[in-house]
C-alpha cells in the first residue's frame, strides 16, 4: 500500500480554503477514487470543489505539516527539501 494525500480546495466567488486528507491505496487510480469521493462530500449548491492527489513516500514525515508549494500542487509530487548545512 502506498501512502497518498488528497488536497481538497473549495470555492464560490472566492477561495472557501483546503481540507487534507491522508489516506493508504493501492495505487493512483484507487486514490482519485478516493479523493474523488472525499471532494463530492465537501461539495455544495453554489460551493464548486476540485483536488489534487499527492504520493507521498513512506519516510515522509507528516507530523510537521507545512504548505504546499506550487509546482507540488501542479505535479501532484512531493519534492523532499534539502538539508544544507
Request: with cysteine; hydrophobic share 35%; aromatic share 8%.
Amino acid at each position: 500500500m502506498s501512502r497518498f494525500i488528497a488536497v481538497i480546495h473549495g470555492w464560490h466567488v472566492d477561495s472557501n480554503g483546503f481540507n487534507v486528507h491522508e489516506f493508504e491505496a493501492t495505487d493512483k487510480k484507487e486514490a482519485n477514487q478516493k479523493a474523488a469521493y472525499l471532494t463530492m462530500q465537501r461539495q455544495k449548491s453554489f460551493d464548486r470543489c476540485d483536488y489534487v492527489v499527492v504520493e507521498i513516500a513512506s519516510s515522509e514525515s507528516i507530523n510537521r505539516p507545512r504548505k504546499l508549494t506550487i509546482r507540488e500542487r501542479l505535479t501532484g509530487r512531493i519534492h523532499a527539501p534539502t538539508n544544507r548545512q
